[in-house]
């Protein structure tokens, strides 16, 4: 599967921004999906994941309650609303897609096969 993420931008501290990651090449209902992000320096760190289905999320504690995960699979599009952004969260953004039967909350950046180009989130104080 191809992903392509888009949305990214520049925002001030307590906005709120939408990215996408638009997917193709096969079914896309058949993966489960993950966000990750990367700043300068730092490792490529877990966000957020959403089952194949919808029917479940998980967050990593530093964003739950501000980040929404969400898809839509009659689009191929899986979304990430980010909300009371601080600028700790600047990275770049990561889409990926996971085959894997372990469960999203056990899912590391190891399970998932495909990913996306990033896209940038910069957030200003």
């Known amino acids: 599967v191809q992903l392509q993420a888009s949305g990214g931008g520049l925002v001030q501290a307590g906005d709120s921004l939408r990215v996408s990651c638009a997917a193709s090449?096969?079914?896309?209902?058949?993966?489960?999906m993950g966000w990750f992000r990367q700043a300068p320096g730092k490792e490529r760190e877990f966000v957020a994941a959403?089952?194949?289905?919808?029917?479940?999320?998980y967050y990593a504690d530093s964003v739950k309650g501000r980040f929404t995960i969400s898809r839509d699979n009659g689009k191929n599009t899986v979304y990430l609303q980010m909300d009371s952004l601080k600028p700790e969260d600047t990275a770049v953004y990561y889409c990926a897609a996971s085959r894997s039967t372990l469960g999203i909350a056990k899912l590391t950046g190891l399970q998932y096969a495909y990913w996306g180009q990033g896209t940038q989130v910069t957030v200003s104080s």
């Open positions: 959403i089952s194949w289905s919808g029917g479940s999320t």
């Open positions: 090449g096969r079914t896309f209902s058949n993966y489960d």
